[in-house]
């Protein structure tokens, strides 16, 4: 199957402060990606949809000024948390949509912690 | 997208076949069923999907039935590694479409 890498695959950061986590597809192009958070002991849950060279759409009741996405290339998307808050502390995982066969590949997950 | 239910959670015993059944009762004909697995503390990994036939590759087999409204993944030869949360999602195959997680079924393997 294709294989989809995230960086950094654990953080650790202060309150207050803006973490960036990366997202690649390594063997596809992907123009569509996707963001998932997961709590512990819940599913995942979407994020945010992000096309290669536009706008992300957030899902409800995501902060689209919180969550910085940006999909600038066909291998590349990453996250941003700004301001992050110990409430943001999460396991955060990134797919991205192969053209050929319409399916999603998953990466392994950053986990944060944001103290 | 179609709602799927599944058992919360199963045991079976390595080596052999796993059942993990979905009901889809309110699939449209556009929908596929895609099922993946999350192994603690990783991503989900893409096992199979299908539309309306029994679909096979290296991992699983897949059987829908004939009216689509459930299916059921079958793991031919269980072993430990196969250990993990069995998520069953119904959408269209459309480019960009998103994937809605449920509950998902915890499978453990027994030795």
């Known amino acids: 199957g294709a294989v989809v890498s995230q960086h950094p695959s654990w953080v650790i950061c202060k309150s207050g402060t803006s973490v960036k986590i990366e997202c690649r597809s390594l063997?596809?192009?992907?123009?569509?990606m996707f963001w998932y958070r997961q709590f512990p002991k819940q599913s995942l849950m979407l994020m945010a949809t992000?096309?290669?060279?536009?706008?992300?759409?957030?899902e409800q009741g995501v902060e689209k000024d919180k969550f910085l996405i940006n999909h600038a290339s066909l291998t590349l998307s990453t996250l941003t948390v700004t301001s992050a808050h110990p409430e943001d502390s999460s396991f955060y995982i990134c797919?991205?949509?192969?053209?050929?066969?319409?399916?999603?590949?998953f990466g392994p997950g950053t986990r944060l912690t944001v103290l | 997208d179609a709602k799927t239910t599944q058992p919360t959670s199963m045991d079976c015993a390595e080596g052999r076949a796993a059942n993990l059944p979905c009901n889809h009762s309110t699939i449209s004909g556009n929908e596929y069923v895609y099922w993946y697995r999350q192994i603690h503390s990783q991503g989900p990994q893409y096992i199979i999907h299908?539309?309306?036939n029994n679909e096979t590759n290296e991992m699983a087999s897949l059987i829908i039935t004939e009216d689509r409204k459930s299916s059921t993944l079958i793991l031919p030869h269980a072993t430990l590694r196969d250990t993990a949360v069995y998520y069953c999602i119904v959408r269209f195959k459309a480019a960009g479409n998103k994937l809605t997680f449920g509950g998902g079924t915890r499978v453990l393997v027994k030795p």
């Open positions: 299908g539309l309306k």
């Open positions: 992000s096309n290669e060279g536009s706008k992300a759409t957030y």
């Open positions: 063997d596809f192009q992907a123009t569509t």
């Open positions: 797919s991205g949509l192969a053209g050929d066969t319409d399916t999603q590949y």
